[in-house]
């Protein structure tokens, strides 16, 4: 049984399954719909049977290699939309375009489990050949074509992970940022908030309290204070 892309549902990776039945001289297939993978192997039995060749074991071929095109087609579709989309996911970061690679990457793990599930059946059909039989031949070429396509969709996963850990990065590198400057503010604040507190504090005598200059003074000592500390973060080039 072959699992091939199925055109007629509006989900990006739906299958439907094709069930092969294999005599001498004849091949059936049972699918419950309409197959772009099968039409195509008709219109070439019809139209260009010497590409196909004669004998059920090329028919078998040509199918299983005609359902694999369905899966390089829908990734080489999906490499430009990665390429397009992939930049803006991580530097602008627009929601639609994060939506869109995470969902992609979704089903690109679809994609990645069913084409797994066809070369367990390319695999056991070339096993089932003799060692010479020129056969294998045919098969071993599918079983390739099956290993590019697994390639392709597992660079294609790795670069969606990565426009979404760069986005990822982005937000991060914002948010250390503002607590960067949060920090900052706090840590002027605090030399403020000791001087303001010691001349707040509820004793009868405190020196300077009531000169008339007292008030000045305390608030010129929180800026100086304030002022040492930038100039430090400035030679420590934390500013």
Not at 157 to 177: F, H, K, M
Request: charge should be negative; include cysteine.
């Amino acid at each position: 049984m072959l699992q091939a892309l199925d055109t007629g549902t509006s989900a990006a990776v739906d299958t439907t399954a094709i069930r092969v039945f294999v005599r001498p001289g004849l091949v059936v297939t049972v699918r419950p719909g309409p197959c772009t993978a099968l039409e195509r192997v008709e219109r070439l039995l019809v139209d260009d049977r010497e590409r196909v060749g004669d004998g059920a074991d090329r028919v078998v071929h040509t199918i299983v290699d005609a359902v694999v095109d369905e899966f390089v087609k829908l990734l080489d579709e999906w490499e430009d939309r990665v390429d397009a989309l992939g930049p803006v996911a991580a530097e602008e970061g627009d929601r639609h375009a994060v939506h869109a690679i995470v969902s992609m990457r979704r089903d690109l793990a679809i994609m990645r489990r069913t084409i797994l599930a066809q070369k367990e059946v390319v695999q056991r059909l070339r096993d089932g050949l003799e060692e010479r039989d020129p056969r294998r031949l045919y098969f071993q070429d599918v079983l390739d074509h099956v290993d590019a396509t697994l390639d392709t969709a597992a660079l294609l996963t790795e670069t969606c992970t990565a426009a979404l850990q760069l986005r990822s990065d982005r937000i991060n590198e914002g948010l250390n940022r503002v607590m960067k400057y949060l920090a900052i503010v706090s840590t002027l604040m605090l030399p403020m908030t000791v001087v303001s507190g010691v001349f707040g504090m509820n004793f009868d005598v405190i020196p300077t309290a009531h000169a008339p200059a007292g008030f000045y003074g305390a608030i010129g000592l929180m800026l100086a204070s304030a002022l040492v500390l930038v100039g430090w973060f400035r030679w420590k080039r934390w500013l």
